[in-house]
């Protein structure tokens, strides 16, 4: 058994945290014995439990050149960027992949535009004829604001585009709405959330049918491993072995907590500002994974992937002060999520035929 070493950018994130978990159980079941190396910004209890198992931890800012130089100067097997997002990002690394064994960079599927230029992040969303492969035309690469609608995938091309063009063996992945233990934006608490709250319906628009496609962090942890020891230049699409519906991410999520929703499935007839998910699609937007598959990789299924971080959320929530809230419910993406008014509203209209 041979030790090799890993070191991961962003490792305490939700996805960070699945990769360094993946390469510290391949080493307990009798694989390459890892040394992970995890950068986060600051400790916790993720960092905590990292290091329990083996991870060294170190408390830095993944943008700070000296840092870099110190985690990256020895080499590694494998580097691990979670957080890169700019074309300075993606510049600073540069000095140090050839002393790299396999660089992976997380992207996003934001980069992917259709004919008329549209991507996950436009306002009016994109229409894809099949499932995206890996060939499809992205938006052009930028250096605007990469927090912005239209920037942030224009900022993940302009660092893919860097780190291709070096020539060292580094894989690109390109998720999909990701879900896990500890991330930051854990979407299914639109659902855990309401289950809490005792709601007893739910209403989903379009009769829950929309599809956008769902990549668990358990899952990128699983391609990283294999990418470290296959290193070539790539890009990967990485999401679940299928693309489950509103409906029936609705289901599995309360069916886990025990929870039975009377499910209001709305028309087009139905009132416009009600039924929205974080699933909700006009069109479907799945990622085409056969070039990852040809590796070895097995995707897993959303059903049984998103369990952990099903009981995550509800730890976190059980464990917060009553005056206090969780910690992703700053986040300007839940906003009105749960302003259960105009649900109501919309609930008492359509019971008088009036919706």
Do not use: C
């Not at 000296?66 to 100067?73: I, Q, V, Y």
């Not at 938006?139 to 020539?167: C, N």
């Amino acid at each position: 058994m041979s030790s090799r070493r890993a070191v991961i950018l962003g490792g305490t994130g939700g996805i960070g945290s699945a990769v360094a978990r993946e390469l510290l159980d391949a080493s307990g079941r009798g694989g390459d014995d890892w040394q992970v190396d995890v950068l986060a910004r600051r400790g916790g209890p993720v960092a905590d439990s990292l290091t329990a198992r083996g991870a060294t931890f170190t408390a830095g800012d993944r943008r700070d050149t000296s840092t870099l130089r110190d985690l990256l100067r020895p080499g590694a097997d494998l580097l691990v960027d979670t957080v890169g997002l700019t074309r300075d990002d993606a510049t600073q690394l540069l000095p140090f992949l050839d002393d790299v064994g396999s660089t992976v960079f997380v992207s996003s599927r934001a980069v992917y535009a259709d004919e008329q230029g549209r991507h996950a992040n436009s306002t009016d969303k994109p229409v894809f004829g099949a499932a995206v492969t890996e060939i499809q035309p992205t938006v052009t690469a930028g250096d605007g604001d990469p927090t912005s609608r239209d920037g942030y995938g224009a900022a993940k091309v302009a660092s893919e585009q860097v780190l291709l063009d070096h020539g060292a063996p580094v894989t690109v992945l390109r998720p999909s709405k990701v879900y896990g233990v500890g991330i930051g934006r854990p979407r299914e608490w639109f659902v855990v959330r309401r289950v809490l709250d005792g709601r007893e319906r739910i209403l989903l628009a379009d009769h829950g049918r929309g599809v956008d496609h769902t990549t668990a962090a358990s899952g990128i942890g699983s391609l990283v491993r294999l990418v470290a020891d296959a290193p070539d230049r790539r890009i990967l699409n990485v999401a679940d072995d299928s693309a489950p519906t509103a409906l029936e991410i609705v289901r599995t999520i309360a069916s886990h907590l025990d929870h039975r929703f009377d499910e209001v499935l709305l028309d087009a007839d139905a009132p416009a500002f009600v039924g929205t998910t974080p699933w909700s699609s006009p069109a479907p937007f799945v990622l085409d994974t056969t070039a990852a598959r040809a590796l070895g990789w097995q995707p897993p299924t959303f059903a049984s992937a998103v369990l952990p971080e099903l009981d995550w959320l509800v730890e976190t929530a059980q464990s917060t002060p009553a005056d206090g809230d969780v910690p992703w419910a700053e986040d300007p993406f839940w906003e009105r999520m749960f302003d259960y008014g105009p649900e109501d509203a919309a609930l008492a209209l359509l019971s008088l035929g009036l919706g």
